[in-house]
Nanobody
């Protein structure tokens, strides 16, 4: 069984920073791409950032220059450093990993349960 757990959410004023973390545990053989998504109230879930196993990152236009994602392969963790936060960044943030679990022949997508970020003006 593979589980993802996010942490680091909270409330912050506009212009502030938060750092989210996501850790995977369980019978993991390898982790391929990792990603962060968010879902604001009444809106669809959207992609925020991704990072490949080799460390190549991509970002949604609305976070470029403000957010940065990184990973620690030894710890099965991914991070999202969020700077210059805006009220429109308010959402529940989810991590998503493509994990090749032990006993399986291919990788599958796993999701965390989300961590809430609230940015006040």
């Amino acid at each position: 069984q593979v589980q993802l757990v996010e942490s680091g959410g909270g409330s912050v004023q506009a212009g502030g920073s938060l750092r989210l973390s996501c850790a995977a545990s369980g019978s993991i053989f390898s982790i391929n791409a990792m990603g962060w998504y968010r879902q604001a109230p009444g809106k669809q879930r959207e992609l925020v950032a991704t990072i490949t196993q080799g460390g190549t990152t991509t970002y949604a236009d609305f976070v470029k220059g403000r957010f940065a994602t990184s990973r620690d392969n030894a710890k099965n963790m991914v991070y999202l450093q969020m700077n210059s936060l805006k009220p429109e960044d308010t959402a529940v943030y989810y991590c998503q990993f493509n994990i090749w679990a032990k006993g399986f022949e291919y990788g599958m997508d796993y999701w965390g349960k989300g961590t809430s970020v609230t940015v006040s003006s």
